[in-house]
C-alpha cells in the first residue's frame, strides 16, 4: 500500500467552480501535510502547508486534514484557467507523494 | 536565487549506458532527495540524503545511486541504464525551518 493515496483524475470544471481534490494515507502518526502545484514541464511548487487536524485558509485556497479519517482535502474557490495544473498531496516523512490529480479549468 | 540546478534536462540514452543525473543546490540545505515522476504513479522516492556524507533508500531504489560529498552536491547514477527507467527526474532539498521542499526543473531521460 502506497503512504499516500490520491486520485489521478483528469478532473475538467468551468471557471468559476468550486473545485475538491482528496488524499488519504496510510499512517496515523503522519502530522505535517502539504499540497504541492505542478504546472506542465515544471517542478512542484509548495502551495499549502498544514500540520494534524484543521483547516489553513490562504485566499482561494483551503486545506483540510482529518486526522481521524486520515483524509486531507484541498479545496479552490472560484477556480481560475490559471488554476489549471497537476495537484500533489504530500505527507512529511521522506516526503512521500500522491500521484497527482491533473486539474483542467475551462474558461 | 538560483535553488536548484539540474542538468541535462533532456537526454537518451542507449541501454546499458551509465548515465549521471547533476543536481546542485545554493540554499545550504542540509537534506536531498531525487524523485521520478511517471504517468499515474505520481512522484515516487529513489534516494535521499539528510546531510552531507550520509544517504538513505526511498521507495524505488534498485538500479540507482547516490553519493552526497558535500551540501551543495546531490548526483544520481544509473549503472547500466534499462528502458524502465525512462521517466522525468526531480531533484529537491526541504527547508528544516519551514520543511518546505524546493524542486529542481527536472531532467527527462529516454531510455532506448
Known amino acids: 500500500q502506497k503512504e499516500v493515496e490520491q486520485d489521478p483524475g483528469p478532473l475538467s470544471v468551468p471557471e468559476g467552480a468550486i473545485v475538491s481534490l482528496n488524499c488519504t494515507y496510510s499512517n496515523s502518526a503522519f502530522q505535517y501535510f502539504m499540497w504541492y502545484r505542478q504546472y506542465s514541464r515544471k517542478g512542484p511548487e509548495l502551495l499549502m502547508y498544514t500540520y494534524s487536524s484543521g483547516n489553513k485558509e490562504d485566499g482561494r485556497f483551503t486545506a483540510q486534514v482529518d486526522k481521524s479519517s486520515k483524509y486531507i482535502s484541498l479545496f479552490i474557490r472560484d477556480s481560475q484557467p490559471s488554476d489549471s495544473a497537476t495537484y500533489l498531496c504530500?505527507?512529511?516523512?521522506?516526503?512521500?507523494f500522491g500521484s497527482g490529480t491533473k486539474l483542467n479549468v475551462k474558461p | 536565487i538560483a535553488g536548484i540546478t539540474q542538468a541535462p534536462t533532456s537526454q537518451i540514452l542507449a541501454a546499458g549506458r551509465r548515465m549521471t543525473l547533476r543536481c546542485t543546490q545554493d540554499m545550504r540545505h542540509n537534506a536531498m532527495y531525487w524523485y521520478r515522476q511517471d504517468l499515474g504513479l505520481g512522484l515516487r522516492l529513489i534516494h535521499y540524503s539528510n546531510t552531507a556524507g550520509t544517504t538513505g533508500k526511498g521507495e524505488v531504489p534498485d538500479g540507482y545511486s547516490v553519493s552526497r560529498a558535500n551540501t551543495d552536491d546531490f548526483p544520481l547514477t544509473l549503472a547500466s541504464a534499462v528502458p524502465s527507467q525512462t521517466s522525468v527526474y526531480f531533484c529537491a532539498s526541504s527547508d528544516e525551518s519551514t520543511g518546505e521542499l524546493f524542486f529542481g526543473e527536472g531532467s527527462r531521460l529516454t531510455v532506448l
Open positions: 504530500a505527507v512529511l516523512n521522506k516526503f512521500y
